[in-house]
C-alpha cells in the first residue's frame, strides 16, 4: 500500500491518496485543486474506488464534486455531516473572510462506525467529534488518518460550528486507547508515528491544556 500527500488549496488541507497492490485508490479529503487530483490519478492509471472524508470543512471537501463528476465514484462521510456539504455555515466557509462560500452538488453516503467495504479497500471508521460533529478517524491497514482531530504534536481547534472541546477530550482519549504504532497521516501538516504523538503531542501528555 501507498500513500501520496498533496496539500491543496489556500488553506494546504492533505489530499491523501491511498493505492493498493492493484492499482485502486481511495480519495481522502479532496479539499481543492479537484482537477490536480484527477489528472494524477489518471497520469498513474489507478482505478479510483471512491472517495472519503475525515470531516466536511470547506477545506476539505472543495475538489469533491470535481472527482465525482471524473470517476463516478461515490463520496462517503459520516452521517452527522451530510447537511455540511451543501450547507456553507456548517462547512464553515461562511465563517472566514474571503473564502468563497461553498455548495457543493455531491449527495453523500454514509461512512458508517467500524469497517465500511469501499471497493477493494477496508476502511475502519472511529467517529472521533469534537473539532467538527461528525469527525472520523479512518484506519486502512497501518495507516490512521485522523483529519483535524490529531495534527503532529498539536491538535484541531475545537471552536468552529459544532466543534466541542469536551468531545475532543475524549476523542482523544480514544486515540491514547489504540496500541498499534500506526503511520499518522493528519489533515494539515507532517505525517508522524502514533507512538511518537503518545510520546510528545503534549494534547496527548497533559489533559489541562484545552
Ligand atoms: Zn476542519
Known amino acids: 500500500m501507498e500513500v501520496i500527500c498533496r496539500p491543496v488549496g489556500p488553506v494546504q488541507a492533505n489530499c491523501y491518496i491511498v493505492l ?9 479529503d479532496p479539499g481543492d485543486e479537484g482537477k490536480m487530483i484527477a489528472d494524477l490519478l489518471k497520469g498513474i492509471q489507478a482505478k479510483v474506488d471512491g472517495v472519503v472524508l475525515t470531516h466536511a470543512h470547506f477545506d476539505h471537501i472543495g475538489g469533491v464534486d470535481e472527482l465525482i463528476a471524473e470517476f463516478g465514484v461515490p463520496v462517503y462521510v459520516n452521517a452527522a455531516e451530510f447537511d455540511f456539504l451543501s450547507t456553507p455555515e456548517k462547512n464553515s466557509s461562511a465563517v472566514f473572510a474571503g473564502v468563497p462560500h461553498m ?10 462506525e467500524g469497517t465500511n467495504k469501499i471497493g477493494t479497500f477496508d ?7 469534537g473539532h467538527s460533529a ?3 478517524i479512518l484506519e486502512i491497514g497501518d495507516n490512521l488518518f485522523t483529519g483535524d482531530v490529531l495534527f503532529a504534536s498539536s491538535i484541531g ?24 504504532d500506526y503511520t499518522v497521516y493528519p489533515g494539515h501538516g507532517p505525517s508522524t508515528t502514533l507512538n511518537y504523538e503518545k510520546t510528545h503531542n503534549p494534547y496527548l501528555l497533559y489533559d489541562n491544556l484545552y
Open 123 to 129: 476502511v475502519t471508521a472511529y467517529y472521533a467529534p
Open 134 to 136: 461528525g469527525s472520523t
Open 103 to 112: 455548495t457543493l452538488k455531491a449527495k453523500p453516503v454514509e461512512l458508517k
Open 157 to 180: 481547534r475545537v471552536d468552529l460550528p459544532t466543534g466541542s472541546a469536551k468531545q475532543m477530550k475524549d476523542s482523544l482519549n480514544f486515540i491514547k486507547s489504540l496500541t498499534k
Open 20 to 28: 493498493n497492490d492493484d492499482s485502486h485508490a481511495l480519495v481522502i
